[in-house]
């Protein structure tokens, strides 16, 4: 990977720290600007997306977090699975799944994952959940299940897993999961360090950063994956930091979103960040030696998830070119 010099790099920087480049947030109630509105899902695919998940009891992120992009994503019978229940033991500012006692772990769930990503035809598929604090082992082997169902009921279908941070039982989580080899491992740090104890109040950023090294330490031919929200009162600087420590992770792929709020009861968005910061992101980010960046306002992990894991395995075959050449 070939990095921008020094001096590229702080005109970069220079740039992204120009005046503007951010809608302010003033008030309780805001309009949200133009570049974030979608339109409201009507399609025959969306229907038909939603009339599957609901047969074979699968929850998604899709739904959980009124993701903006679902009326295109599920059009594209494209959907992100969250198993292991729609609870979650967490309760972080910006989400908006239930928090709770969840329930027993459903032992069909991952075969019904894996019918669901052949009836559906995908090429590619993103699997999340919800955190299980609850589970001896955080939820890391209903993960493993569904990537093993999923290698014999559609062998053709890459797997990309974006999971907890396994709190207190990280190791041997990541080393169940990375043994049974998904493509891609994601793992959001969220936002930057100093807004983690009122964003993400149950979650430590360095042992985040960690989970995400110690998949590449087991094995570095999964690519791995990072994703921060901004909009929650970020400085430039710091997401640039952030970039800078993803980067001596060895994270292969960063994604950088606009924070939406969910609710009245959830964190409030400080600011609209606008195409062009998302922009001048985007330019560092590459210039700090990502293998790949999507960063716009509606990017979210999953989002357009098929085309970049194609996009990564180009750039991860240049750089293997360039490096013998
Ligand atoms: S971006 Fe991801 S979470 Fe949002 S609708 Fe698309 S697949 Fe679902």
Redesign the pocket.
């Known amino acids: 990977m070939r990095l921008a010099s020094p001096a590229r790099l702080a005109s970069l920087v220079a740039e992204s720290m120009g005046s503007g480049m951010t809608a302010p947030v003033q008030t309780d109630r805001v309009r949200k600007p133009d570049w974030i509105r979608v339109k409201a899902p009507t399609s025959v695919g969306f229907a038909e997306t939603k009339a599957l998940m609901r047969r074979l009891s699968l929850n998604?992120?899709?739904e959980e977090?009124a993701?903006p992009?679902?009326g295109e994503?599920?059009t594209k019978k494209?959907?992100?699975v969250m198993i292991l229940g729609d609870v979650c033991t967490r309760a972080c500012a910006f989400c908006n799944v239930k928090t709770g006692m969840p329930r027993k772990v459903d032992t069909n769930e991952p075969q019904h994952v894996a019918d669901a990503a052949a009836e559906l035809g995908l090429k590619h598929i993103?699997i999340t959940s919800v955190d299980r604090d609850d589970l001896p082992d955080g939820g890391a082997s209903q993960f493993v299940k569904v990537i093993e169902a999923l290698r014999r009921t559609t062998p053709e279908t890459t797997i990309e897993i974006l999971t907890p941070d396994f709190r207190n039982k990280m190791e041997k989580a990541v080393e169940s999961i990375v043994a049974a080899r998904p493509d891609v491992y994601n793992h959001n740090l969220e936002t930057v360090p100093r807004l983690y104890p009122t964003i993400r109040p149950g979650a430590r950023y360095y042992a985040s950063l960690r989970l995400l090294e110690t998949v590449k330490r087991h094995d570095p031919s999964i690519f791995t994956k990072s994703g921060i929200m901004v909009g929650l009162g970020e400085q430039r600087l710091e997401v640039h930091q952030v970039m800078d420590d993803m980067r001596s992770a060895d994270i292969d792929f960063l994604t950088i979103g606009q924070y939406l709020q969910p609710t009245p009861k959830h964190a409030k968005v400080m600011d609209f960040v606008t195409p062009q910061t998302f922009d001048a992101y985007a330019a560092i980010a590459r210039a700090k030696g990502f293998l790949l960046v999507a960063s716009s306002p509606l990017t979210?992990?999953?989002?357009h998830a098929d085309r970049d894991f194609a996009l990564m395995q180009q750039a991860r075959a240049t750089q293997l070119a360039n490096a013998k050449a």
Do not use: F, L, P, Q
């Not at 979210?300 to 989002?303: E, I, L």
């Open positions: 998604t992120v899709c977090a993701c992009n679902i994503c599920w494209h959907a992100t993103v979210r992990s999953s989002y």
